[in-house]
């Protein structure tokens, strides 16, 4: 069973960057592609990335776009996602999902590790 995890979440003031995560464990064969999604206090969780697990196509959010870099290195089994210009409103918990062949949804979750950028 794949599981995730993410590490590198943290406090960090406008403008600064960080690098979030996503260590992947189990089966990876049947990935097809791996997600970052943020949820902030109140709202709607919302997709930030996406990245093929096989091609390394990604996809942005229009709100990321350019400020965002998603990664993945399938002999290590990690996916990465960098941030640069953070801004408050970027403020959530992030969470890596898998989505695998013939489903979807994005149906595996890690536990999410906390952004916070102070103004």
């Known amino acids: 069973q794949v599981q995730l995890r993410e590490s590198g979440g943290g406090l960090v003031e406008t403008g600064a960057s960080l690098r979030l995560s996503c260590a992947v464990s189990?089966?990876?064969?049947?990935?097809?592609?791996m997600g970052w999604f943020r949820q902030a206090p109140g709202q709607d969780r919302e997709i930030v990335s996406s990245i093929s697990w096989n091609t390394g196509n990604t996809f942005y959010s229009d709100v990321v776009k350019g400020r965002f870099i998603t990664t993945r290195d399938v002999a290590s089994l990690t996916v990465s996602l960098q941030m640069y210009s953070l801004r408050p409103e970027d403020t959530a918990v992030y969470f890596c999902?898998?989505?695998?062949?013939?489903?979807?949804?994005?149906?595996?979750w890690g536990q999410g590790t906390q952004v916070t950028v102070w103004d």
């Open positions: 999902a898998a989505r695998r062949f013939g489903r979807s949804a994005y149906e595996i």
């Open positions: 189990g089966p990876t064969n049947g990935i097809l592609a």
